[in-house]
């Protein structure tokens, strides 16, 4: 009788304790995205900006504009810890996450910041933990294009 040896797997295994550090790798980002805003904001953006009375528009914009900033830094911060804690596909868990969570300081302007840093802790985390799933799958074209799907239908329904 013939055995049968499959060599191809589909998924790539992940323990329990991977999955977790994970998670608390993308709530710790969703810390450091906080804490980033805030000092983009009070340093960098509200002294070059606000410091002219024409620029009043772009000063009440000020905390959007740190929060994409803060966004695109975090993102870098974020790929280099996790490819040198060896988190799979790294990559696309920080462009997709990036891409999804681009207007959180604006979502969160307005909110007490007990409230900002559980919201900015919360979303970071359930979206590494939702990409870090979707990276499990050997194939890396299946893993690029669901990740793409998944963050283009909830940008349009957040547009919505």
Avoid: H
Avoid at 51 to 79: D, E, F, H, R, Y
Avoid at 93 to 122: H, K
Avoid at 128 to 140: D, K, P
């Amino acid at each position: 009788m013939a055995q049968v040896i499959i060599t191809d797997q589909q998924v790539i295994s992940t323990s329990w304790r991977e999955w977790g550090r994970t998670i608390v790798f993308g709530a710790t980002t969703g810390l450091i995205f906080w804490l980033l805003t805030i000092l983009l904001q009070r340093y960098v953006i509200d002294p070059i900006v606000c410091k002219q009375a024409l620029n009043a528009t772009l000063c009440s914009n000020s905390t959007p504009l740190s929060g994409n900033i803060a966004t695109i830094l975090t993102a870098v911060i974020a790929l280099v810890f996790m490819v040198r804690s060896g988190i799979a596909r790294p990559v696309i868990i920080a462009v997709a996450t990036a891409a999804l969570l681009w207007d959180l300081a604006a979502w969160t302007d307005g909110l007490f910041w007990v409230e900002a840093v559980l919201w900015s802790i919360g979303l970071y985390a359930l979206t590494y933990a939702l990409f870090a799933w979707i990276t499990r799958y050997a194939t890396l074209w299946v893993t690029i294009v669901v990740s793409l799907l998944i963050v283009v239908i909830i940008r349009i329904a957040l547009v919505l």
